[in-house]
T-cell receptor, first 112, second 111 residues
Framework: KQEVTQIPAALSVPEGENLVLNCSFT??????LQWFRQDPGKGLTSLLL?????REQTSGRLNASLDKSSGRSTLYIAASQPGDSATYLC???????????FGPGTRLSVLP | DGGITQSPKYLFRKEGQNVTLSCEQN?????MYWYRQDPGQGLRLIYY???????QKGDIAEGYSVSREKKESFPLTVTSAQKNPTAFYLC??????????FGPGTRLTVL
């Protein structure tokens, strides 16, 4: 059974820092991996989707990488801003769209 | 304006009462999903549907029921058999292995 973990559980950084969030999964036979952002009391906003054949995806200040063989993905946030404060979740699709398994999330605080 | 809508935003249930959460999408997505989110935990899959008139149980389906009579709609009923229903419920849709999109969520509280 696929299991997804995220480290750290919480992170606090000063504004302007570059930071890395980690996502690990136990079964490398995945179709894709998706990173989300969730603000308190809100739904999830999709940030980046990486297909299993890709190594990375970029959107603005965000860069997500995927290493299937080691069961890891990282989300890199450049020049962090207070508006980036949120919980970041990764989800792994390992059964052709039938089941996305989510990690518990990393709660990020960017201090002005 | 394309997207996923959920209603109501807040819902209160008395003991022994069934309640239904609405989820509608106009993205023309085939697949729809219901998740439950509890504080400090990741999302857990309740039910999912790949096509109209077909749906499958997720990891925590006990005490819940769904229907998929239309492509755009995937309502979730929380029955009295669900002993601990207080949670944040999230609906999502996708085109098979492609990107998942989420609605704003419904917060259910048992009185």
């Amino acid at each position: 059974k696929q299991e997804v973990t995220q480290i750290p559980a919480a992170l606090s950084v000063p504004e302007g820092e570059n930071l890395v969030l980690n996502c690990s999964f136990t079964d490398s036979a995945i179709y894709n991996l998706q990173w989300f952002r969730q603000d308190p009391g809100k739904g999830l906003t999709s940030l980046l989707l990486i297909q299993s054949s890709q190594r990375e995806q970029t959107s603005g200040r965000l860069n997500a990488s995927l290493d299937k063989s080691s069961g890891r993905s990282t989300l890199y946030i450049a020049a962090s801003q207070p508006g980036d404060s949120a919980t970041y979740l990764c989800a792994v699709n390992s059964n052709y769209g039938q089941n996305f398994v989510f990690g518990p999330g990393t709660r990020l605080s960017v201090l002005p | 304006d394309g997207g996923i809508t959920q209603s109501p935003k807040y819902l209160f249930r008395k003991e022994g009462q069934n309640v239904t959460l609405s989820c509608e999408q106009n993205l023309n997505h085939d697949a729809m999903y219901w998740y439950r989110q509890d504080p400090g935990q990741g999302l857990r899959l309740i039910y999912y549907s790949q096509i109209v008139n077909d749906f499958q149980k997720g990891d925590i389906a006990e005490g819940y029921s769904v229907s998929r009579e239309k492509k755009e709609s995937f309502p979730l009923t929380v029955t009295s058999a669900q002993k601990n229903p207080t949670a944040f419920y999230l609906c999502a849709s996708s085109m098979k292995t492609n990107e998942q999109f989420f609605g704003p969520g419904t917060r259910l509280t048992v009185l």
